[in-house]
């Protein structure tokens, strides 16, 4: 019956098109709810014109710019010009094959697994995979052959760099407490401590979270692409297609980093208070993990949305003092607390 | 306000930007070539003209009444402070006493178009730091004061609102009632926007301690209005030389201390209220009667020169005229309040970074249309 | 830094007040108006799009003497006519032009016209003066300034075939106390 | 100016009030003795040459010799911290020099101002006040952009709102005010200079 052809070749590729189409289109769609949101922030009713209440917006601007004529500056290193987006956009999607959008599950007698694969290095390989993406920023601001938009690449290397560590040691804190790096295997240890991380990690998650928006490049720490200070930053130059893949890619982190806090933090496809037994209707209708999730998912952006709504922008100076010297000591002294509270209290075997 | 700028690495390569003329930030078309030592300012140089549209000469050939539409351009979102400076001028030329009730309307044109462009300023200001959601909120509260201007001369941004004598109508009926509406609502509006920014971390750690310049400096520079009141020196034209019945209604003069972009900030929203203070005294004790002196149709001023200046929203706001008895004035000259604020730009930024480039820009609340004539 | 200070620091209440306010407007009332399918209508003194009337005008050339940027063209010819068997001469317009790509709505043509009703009048309220070819669709003759009939009407506004200023409901006052 | 009279005839027999009357204008007076006046000359030898008061503000024509002198006083003995405005009037046909350049000066504590003024003929070099306000800094440029005259010792006295290269100095008398063909027109062949379709005609629209 399970042929290998099937459990080796279809199934996944079934599953990365789906995957991949979800997640473009979450991006796009991404797209239209923040510009929906911050226009309702501030008492405007944002995109509408493009079919009802604006849903086709996202699908149109896509269109408009693949069709758009693709520039490119004639003094520009044109390879490196081409590679930015790509090596921005591709690890971005990369990280997709390993977030756990819900449990195994059986589906048509089948066994059925909403994730791509489960590799027990699951958070290796997210952190090692996004910091790729810094390239395609640095690299694309250089190439364009542009002031701003070296500078742009300039201040996102800087920033990637120094948020990368205090971020990484905020999930360590978490790994202290599931004891595994599977991500499947973390959302399984908070199913059995019946809470979420998020209680007694809320300073790795602070953390996490501040480093997460700073990752993306958004407000308040979008200085890669100030508007008001260097245009649009690294991709001033770009547009059209490369544009859109710069687009998609930032989208597409914001989607990883809330899907990562999600599984991290806040319970994975779990339900809240999974350890409260009355709350088990919660469950009980079809889909439900993968509901929790995406629901979770989108308060995370929800957020995004809302700091990019109200913030003003940090400085240069002011935002590599706050990774440095604010960040870092606080990530230290917390996984070195966390560390003596698993081992006092005994944390999972 | 180090002369020497302190470079870490003195061998390091300089980076010479041109911001604008195009660019999101230069409220208009400025341009500020910027020699950078990464993101550290060496020297910045502002480049202005590209908004010269010749406004002293055309004045030259016009009018005086004629010349009102003109200043409407200089400063275009203040357009009423611009006719009451040139109005006032002309009248203090032929000796013109304006009637109380025309004085009482222009003082609260004057008014609320001083919150209006402080309106302006605070929305861009806050949308170069950053946060872009202010722009909208403040937007939404300049629009009711357009409406306010439409109802009483028919255009919103370039007014023609006041006449050599006078002002040319009279308040339309419910005017008041409107005015008053608005200025009740609007003190609540200024707390919101303060509650956005006033304690937001963010918000403090981008100005505070950026753009610094003393008050002996400020004075120096000729740094007129807002900027010279954030660097503590109590000083505003209503007070020294009163002008329409300024000198009849009660506001304050708010000062800053450390002459920095916070102070500056603090310094315009307290102006705000001010100005709301003296629009709701106004209408108080807003006089009946006609709204325009006795002119003769043809404005002949006498052989003479005359200065007089108005508190801009900008700054002191001055018009010089030279007549020569002719129905034309020899020479007017515009005292623009942006054009010499925009001078100590260099001084104010040598040293800082970038983004405070941006931040000081905002601050010192240029418009172009006024530094270009 | 008071302990006070310290703790609302930690807490972020600066930043959950920012939160807060731009949260609450997310349940405000939006104020954007639909443009192409509502239209605002502007105040009764809106100084619009330029109303004429040739019976009125007494061809004194005041509105163009009065017009900052010279963009009122006048030309004039002396006419005789017959009134109650004298023979009179009377002024004929020849050409009445408003150079209107250059105009600035300034309103003061409006303010020195000395008819009454006036004889050029700014208030038509029709703020929709976009044209493709300015030289061609925004230069007005003498026709076309009396000629207001593929202008969309707005509630409330005085056709400007018998149009004059709107009589003094907001204070607009009539020609006399000027 | 805040000094003059606010209401000019003051008759107790006009019941009418003071907008209703022909406006007075006010009258030119000698102000040698004007104390504002006085202190220069007591400072500075023959810097006076002339003194009017107008409409309450004090007028001093100094010779041109003694400006920077004059300037140089009232900066640091009389207290006129603040240059409120330098700007250039241009008579054209006027025998003693063609240009005023005058300076409006303000000081804090009395809360006075007072002008000088400057009479000079064309291509004469004034010295830079630069050196004693800063802010004379652009306004000078400003001048010499508009009028042509020069600053001796300005430290950058390039043009400011015109540009470099430009040809004449737009607020002199001479200079036409339809302007100069720079050969910056757009589409001079499209949009005819002055306006008006073309169909119109040869006439001026």
Same mark, same amino acid.
């Given at each position: 019956?399970?042929?290998?052809?099937?459990?080796?070749?279809?199934?996944?590729?079934?599953?990365?098109?789906?995957?991949?189409?979800?997640?473009?289109?979450?991006?796009? #769609?991404?797209?239209?709810f923040?510009?929906?949101?911050?226009?309702?922030?501030q008492?405007?009713?944002?995109?509408?014109?493009?079919?009802?209440?604006?849903?086709?917006?996202?699908?149109?601007?896509?269109?408009?710019?693949?069709?758009?004529?693709?520039?490119?500056?004639?003094?520009?290193?044109?390879?490196?010009?081409?590679?930015?987006p790509?090596?921005v956009?591709?690890?971005?999607?990369?990280?997709?094959?390993?977030?756990?959008?819900?449990?195994?599950?059986?589906?048509?007698g089948?066994?059925?697994?909403?994730?791509?694969?489960?590799?027990?290095i699951?958070?290796?390989?997210?952190?090692?995979?996004?910091?790729?993406?810094v390239?395609?920023?640095?690299?694309?601001?250089?190439?364009?052959?542009?002031?701003?938009s070296?500078m742009?690449?300039?201040?996102?290397?800087?920033?990637?760099?120094?948020?990368?560590?205090p971020?990484?040691l905020?999930?360590?804190?978490?790994?202290?407490?599931?004891?595994?790096?599977?991500l499947?295997?973390?959302?399984?240890?908070?199913?059995?401590?019946g809470?979420?991380?998020?209680?007694?990690?809320?300073?790795?998650?602070?953390i996490?979270?501040?480093?997460?928006?700073?990752?993306?490049?958004?407000?308040?720490?979008?200085?890669?692409?100030?508007?008001?200070?260097?245009?649009?930053?690294?991709?001033?130059?770009?547009s059209?297609?490369?544009?859109?893949? #710069?687009?998609?890619?930032?989208?597409?982190?914001?989607v990883?980093?809330?899907?990562?806090?999600?599984?991290l933090?806040f319970g994975?496809?779990?339900?809240?208070?999974?350890?409260?037994?009355?709350?088990?209707?919660?469950?009980?209708?079809?889909?439900?993990?993968?509901?929790?999730?995406?629901?979770?998912v989108?308060?995370?952006?929800?957020?995004?949305?809302?700091?990019?709504g109200?913030?003003?922008?940090?400085?240069?100076?002011?935002?590599?003092r706050?990774?440095?010297?604010?960040?870092?000591?606080?990530?230290?002294?917390?996984?070195?607390?966390?560390?003596?509270g698993?081992?006092?209290?005994?944390?999972?075997? | 306000?180090?002369?020497?700028?302190?470079?870490?690495?003195?061998?390091?390569?300089?980076?010479?930007i041109?911001?604008?003329?195009?660019?999101?930030?230069?409220?208009?078309?400025?341009?500020v070539?910027?020699?950078?030592?990464?993101?550290?300012?060496?020297?910045?140089?502002?480049?202005?003209?590209?908004?010269?549209?010749?406004?002293?000469?055309?004045?030259?050939?016009?009018?005086?009444?004629?010349?009102?539409?003109?200043?409407?351009?200089?400063?275009?979102?203040?357009?009423?402070t611009?006719?009451?400076?040139l109005?006032?001028?002309?009248?203090?030329?032929?000796?013109?006493?304006v009637?109380?009730?025309?004085a009482?309307?222009?003082?609260?044109?004057?008014?609320?178009?001083?919150?209006?462009?402080?309106?302006?300023w605070?929305?861009?200001?806050?949308?170069?730091?950053?946060?872009?959601?202010?722009?909208?909120?403040?937007?939404?509260?300049?629009?009711?004061?357009?409406?306010?201007?439409?109802?009483?001369?028919?255009a919103?941004?370039?007014?023609?609102?006041?006449?050599?004598?006078g002002?040319?109508?009279?308040?339309?009926t419910?005017?008041?009632?409107?005015?008053?509406?608005?200025?009740?609502q609007?003190?609540?509006?200024?707390a919101?926007?303060?509650?956005?920014?006033?304690?937001?971390?963010?918000w403090k750690q981008?100005?505070?301690?950026?753009g610094v310049?003393?008050?002996?400096?400020?004075?120096?520079?000729?740094?007129?209005?807002?900027?010279?009141?954030?660097?503590?020196?109590?000083?505003?034209?209503?007070?020294?030389?009163?002008?329409?019945?300024?000198?009849?209604?009660?506001?304050?003069?708010?000062?800053?201390?450390?002459?920095?972009?916070?102070?500056?900030?603090?310094v315009?929203?307290?102006?705000?209220?001010?100005?709301?203070?003296?629009?709701?005294?106004?209408l108080?004790?807003?006089?009946?009667?006609?709204?325009?002196a006795?002119?003769?149709?043809?404005?002949?001023?006498?052989?003479?020169?005359?200065?007089?200046?108005?508190?801009?929203?900008?700054?002191?706001?001055?018009?010089y005229?030279?007549s020569n008895g002719?129905?034309?004035?020899?020479?007017?000259?515009?005292?623009?309040?942006?054009?010499?604020?925009?001078?100590?730009?260099?001084?104010?930024?040598?040293?800082?970074?970038?983004?405070?480039?941006?931040?000081?820009?905002?601050?010192?609340?240029?418009?172009?249309?006024?530094?270009?004539? | 830094?008071?302990?006070?200070?310290?703790?609302?620091?930690v807490?972020?209440?600066?930043?959950?007040?920012?939160?807060?306010?731009?949260?609450?407007?997310?349940?405000?009332?939006?104020?954007?108006?639909?443009?192409?399918?509502?239209?605002?209508v502007?105040?009764?003194?809106?100084?619009?799009?330029?109303?004429?009337s040739? !019976?009125?005008?007494?061809?004194?050339y005041?509105?163009?003497k009065?017009?900052?940027?010279?963009?009122?063209?006048?030309?004039?010819?002396?006419?005789?006519?017959?009134?109650?068997?004298?023979?009179?001469?009377?002024?004929?317009?020849?050409?009445?032009?408003?150079?209107?790509?250059?105009?600035?709505?300034?309103?003061?043509?409006?303010?020195?016209?000395?008819?009454?009703?006036?004889?050029?009048?700014?208030?038509?309220?029709?703020?929709?003066?976009?044209?493709?070819?300015?030289? !061609?669709?925004?230069?007005?003759?003498?026709?076309?300034?009396?000629n207001?009939?593929?202008?969309?009407?707005?509630?409330?506004?005085?056709?400007?075939?018998?149009?004059?200023?709107?009589?003094?409901?907001?204070?607009?006052?009539?020609?006399?106390?000027? | 100016?805040?000094?003059?009279?606010?209401?000019a005839p003051?008759?107790?027999?006009?019941?009418?009030?003071?907008?209703?009357e022909?406006?007075?204008?006010?009258?030119?007076?000698?102000?040698?003795?004007?104390?504002?006046?006085?202190?220069?000359?007591a400072?500075?030898?023959?810097?006076?040459?002339?003194?009017?008061?107008?409409?309450?503000?004090?007028?001093?024509?100094?010779?041109?010799?003694?400006?920077?002198?004059?300037?140089?006083a009232c900066?640091?003995?009389?207290?006129?911290?603040?240059?409120?405005?330098?700007?250039?009037?241009?008579?054209?046909?006027?025998?003693?020099?063609?240009f005023?350049?005058v300076?409006?000066?303000?000081?804090?504590?009395?809360?006075?101002?007072?002008?000088?003024?400057v009479?000079?003929?064309?291509?004469?070099?004034?010295?830079?006040?630069?050196?004693?306000w800063?802010?004379?800094?652009?306004?000078?440029?400003?001048?010499?952009?508009?009028?042509?005259?020069?600053?001796?010792?300005?430290?950058?006295?390039?043009?400011?709102?015109?540009?470099?290269?430009?040809?004449?100095?737009?607020?002199?008398?001479?200079?036409?005010?339809?302007?100069?063909?720079?050969?910056?027109?757009?589409y001079?062949?499209?949009?005819?200079?002055?306006?008006?379709?073309?169909?119109?005609?040869?006439e001026?629209?």
């Amino acid at each position: 019956m399970t042929s290998p052809w099937i459990a080796y070749l279809l199934v996944p590729l079934v599953k990365i098109v789906v995957i991949l189409g979800v997640v473009i289109l979450l991006a796009a #769609y991404l797209s239209y709810f923040e510009r929906k949101i911050l226009a309702y922030m501030q008492i405007r009713v944002g995109p509408n014109r493009v079919g009802p209440r604006g849903w086709l917006q996202p699908i149109a601007d896509a269109l408009k710019l693949f069709v758009k004529e693709d520039v490119l500056p004639s003094r520009a290193e044109k390879i490196v010009y081409f590679l930015g987006p790509v090596m921005v956009t591709a690890p971005a999607l990369l990280i997709f094959s390993v977030i756990p959008f819900g449990p195994g599950m059986k589906l048509f007698g089948y066994e059925f697994a909403p994730y791509l694969t489960d590799v027990n290095i699951g958070i290796l390989l997210i952190l090692g995979v996004s910091s790729v993406g810094v390239y395609g920023v640095i690299l694309g601001g250089w190439a364009s052959n542009n002031k701003f938009s070296l500078m742009g690449g300039l201040r996102s290397a800087a920033q990637l760099v120094s948020y990368e560590v205090p971020m990484g040691l905020s999930v360590v804190t978490v790994l202290l407490m599931a004891n595994s790096l599977s991500l499947v295997k973390i959302v399984e240890a908070q199913r059995q401590m019946g809470m979420w991380f998020f209680i007694p990690g809320f300073v790795a998650f602070f953390i996490y979270f501040v480093c997460g928006v700073a990752e993306t490049n958004r407000n308040p720490f979008d200085l890669p692409e100030a508007e008001s200070e260097l245009v649009a930053g690294f991709h001033t130059e770009y547009s059209g297609m490369k544009f859109a893949f #710069y687009f998609l890619a930032e989208y597409a982190n914001m989607v990883v980093i809330s899907s990562v806090a999600t599984v991290l933090f806040f319970g994975g496809w779990l339900r809240p208070f999974p350890s409260v037994r009355a709350l088990a209707f919660l469950d009980a209708f079809p889909g439900a993990p993968i509901f929790w999730f995406l629901v979770k998912v989108a308060a995370f952006l929800f957020c995004y949305i809302w700091f990019r709504g109200t913030f003003p922008r940090y400085r240069f100076d002011q935002l590599m003092r706050l990774g440095w010297k604010v960040l870092l000591p606080v990530s230290l002294v917390n996984l070195m607390a966390v560390g003596l509270g698993v081992l006092l209290l005994g944390g999972p075997r | 306000m180090s002369p020497e700028v302190v470079r870490p690495f003195p061998d390091s390569e300089e980076m010479e930007i041109s911001f604008g003329p195009q660019h999101p930030a230069t409220h208009g078309v400025l341009r500020v070539m910027v020699k950078l030592d990464g993101e550290k300012i060496i020297e910045a140089k502002p480049i202005i003209g590209y908004l010269h549209r010749g406004t002293e000469k055309i004045f030259e050939r016009e009018t005086y009444n004629g010349a009102i539409p003109h200043t409407d351009r200089l400063d275009y979102t203040a357009a009423a402070t611009n006719n009451q400076g040139l109005v006032g001028a002309v009248e203090r030329l032929m000796g013109i006493t304006v009637p109380p009730r025309a004085a009482y309307i222009r003082m609260m044109l004057a008014e609320l178009q001083r919150i209006a462009s402080h309106i302006i300023w605070l929305g861009t200001h806050a949308l170069d730091i950053g946060a872009q959601t202010p722009f909208f909120y403040t937007f939404q509260e300049r629009e009711k004061i357009l409406d306010l201007y439409e109802d009483y001369c028919g255009a919103r941004l370039t007014l023609n609102c006041m006449r050599v004598g006078g002002q040319p109508f009279d308040l339309p009926t419910g005017w008041t009632e409107r005015c008053r509406e608005f200025i009740e609502q609007f003190p609540a509006r200024v707390a919101e926007w303060e509650g956005l920014l006033t304690n937001n971390r963010i918000w403090k750690q981008r100005t505070i301690g950026v753009g610094v310049i003393s008050a002996a400096d400020a004075i120096e520079w000729g740094l007129t209005g807002p900027p010279l009141r954030g660097s503590g020196v109590k000083w505003d034209i209503r007070k020294v030389f009163p002008y329409d019945h300024y000198d009849e209604v009660a506001f304050d003069i708010p000062t800053g201390e450390h002459g920095d972009t916070y102070d500056r900030y603090l310094v315009r929203m307290e102006e705000m209220r001010q100005s709301v203070r003296i629009v709701r005294q106004c209408l108080e004790r807003l006089p009946d009667g006609p709204v325009l002196a006795k002119v003769p149709k043809v404005i002949k001023p006498p052989k003479g020169e005359i200065y007089f200046s108005v508190e801009g929203p900008k700054g002191e706001l001055g018009y010089y005229i030279v007549s020569n008895g002719e129905a034309n004035p020899h020479r007017m000259h515009v005292r623009p309040a942006c054009f010499i604020n925009l001078q100590a730009l260099p001084e104010m930024v040598r040293g800082y970074l970038v983004a405070d480039l941006i931040a000081v820009i905002g601050t010192l609340d240029i418009v172009l249309g006024e530094i270009d004539r | 830094m008071s302990f006070r200070g310290f703790l609302a620091s930690v807490l972020q209440i600066d930043l959950l007040q920012g939160l807060g306010i731009t949260g609450r407007f997310l349940f405000h009332r939006k104020a954007t108006i639909q443009y192409p399918e509502v239209k605002p209508v502007p105040a009764d003194r809106f100084r619009g799009m330029f109303g004429f009337s040739e !019976e009125r005008c007494i061809v004194c050339y005041a509105c163009a003497k009065a017009c900052p940027i010279d963009i009122i063209h006048i030309a004039d010819h002396f006419e005789e006519i017959e009134v109650d068997g004298k023979k009179r001469k009377k002024k004929k317009l020849d050409r009445f032009d408003i150079d209107v790509k250059r105009c600035m709505f300034c309103g003061l043509c409006e303010e020195a016209c000395p008819t009454a009703p006036l004889s050029i009048w700014l208030t038509t309220k029709s703020y929709e003066a976009a044209a493709y070819e300015r030289n !061609e669709r925004l230069y007005f003759d003498m026709k076309r300034l009396q000629n207001w009939d593929g202008v969309q009407a707005y509630p409330g506004v005085v056709s400007p075939d018998h149009g004059q200023m709107p009589d003094d409901p907001t204070g607009t006052k009539p020609k006399e106390q000027r | 100016m805040a000094d003059e009279p606010k209401v000019a005839p003051q008759e107790p027999a006009a019941p009418k009030p003071p907008w209703e009357e022909k406006p007075v204008p006010p009258v030119p007076a000698d102000a040698r003795e004007h104390p504002q006046v006085a202190e220069i000359a007591a400072l500075v030898p023959d810097a006076v040459a002339e003194a009017v008061s107008f409409a309450g503000q004090v007028t001093v024509v100094v010779p041109a010799a003694r400006l920077a002198d004059v300037c140089r006083a009232c900066k640091d003995r009389l207290d006129y911290k603040f240059l409120v405005d330098l700007t250039a009037v241009d008579w054209k046909e006027r025998p003693e020099g063609r240009f005023d350049v005058v300076y409006w000066m303000h000081r804090h504590g009395k809360s006075q101002r007072l002008r000088l003024k400057v009479r000079i003929a064309d291509g004469v070099e004034l010295p830079s006040v630069t050196g004693i306000w800063k802010v004379a800094n652009w306004m000078e440029r400003e001048v010499f952009d508009m009028f042509g005259i020069y600053f001796g010792g300005h430290p950058n006295l390039e043009r400011i709102l015109t540009w470099e290269g430009f040809n004449g100095h737009p607020l002199r008398k001479d200079f036409p005010i339809e302007g100069i063909d720079t050969g910056a027109a757009i589409y001079p062949d499209v949009y005819p200079p002055g306006g008006g379709p073309k169909k119109e005609g040869g006439e001026p629209a």
